[in-house]
Antibody
């Protein structure tokens, strides 16, 4: 059974940093690109970042480029999102998501999300 | 940058009626288009991929169509469990942008 479990969400002050993680099981992690998708309270889905199966290529939405860094540890089956220079509009539930190919494709599995609140 | 636009933002439909949701891409995505359903408090669920292929265990009342820049999701006869928010997403190249969503309400 495919499982994705996010952790690390917290309350952080504007300008602060936070790292969220996603532990996965039930599939060959290194064979699939992964995405982070966020959802602000009462708003729609926003694709945030993606990383290929090998971790060699990373991709970012304009809204987070230069502030967020995605990475993965294929030996431990964990996906990370390092978030720096956080702003109040980064407040959202952050979902970890598995795509269906090594280079990136549609999402077939989602985690339940971890809540990040940026507020003073 | 490619933009995905969904319409309408909200669709009011009675149970048993047909619902037609639209998604438009600012540049061609060929058929690299997925639809997701999200219910309150839940993660999204994949409904349609490749513009028209139903995902595993998705009922036949959900139909996707289109290619290039214009796409449609049709729910032929709305059931109570279908009232939710629906999102399209392109995935031909990164970034895998989502549309703004269509809320289907009673």
């Amino acid at each position: 059974e495919v499982q994705l479990l996010e952790s690390g969400g917290d309350l952080v002050q504007p300008g602060g940093s936070l790292r969220v993680s996603c532990a996965v099981s039930g599939f060959t992690f290194s064979s699939f690109a992964m995405s982070w998708v966020r959802q602000a309270p009462g708003k729609g889905l926003e694709w945030v970042s993606g990383i290929t199966g090998s971790g060699d290529s990373t991709f970012y939405a304009k809204s987070v480029k230069g502030r967020f860094t995605v990475s993965r540890d294929n030996s431990k089956n964990v996906l990370f999102l390092q978030m720096n220079s956080l702003r109040e509009d980064d407040t959202a539930v952050y979902y970890c998501a598995k795509t269906t190919s090594w280079t990136g494709s549609k999402i077939d599995y989602w985690g339940q999300g971890t809540l990040v609140i940026v507020s003073s | 940058e490619l933009v995905m636009t969904q319409s309408p933002a909200t669709l009011s439909v009675s149970p048993g009626e047909r619902a037609t949701l639209s998604c438009r891409a600012s540049q061609s995505v060929s058929t690299n288009l997925a639809w997701y359903q999200q219910k309150p408090g839940q993660a999204p669920r994949l409904l349609i991929y490749g513009a028209s292929t139903r995902a595993t265990n998705i009922p036949a009342r959900f139909t996707g169509s289109g290619s290039g820049t214009e796409f449609t999701l049709t729910i032929s006869s709305l059931q109570s469990e279908d009232f939710a928010v629906y999102y399209c997403q392109r995935y031909n190249i990164w970034p895998h942008t989502f549309g703004g969503g269509t809320r289907v309400e009673i």
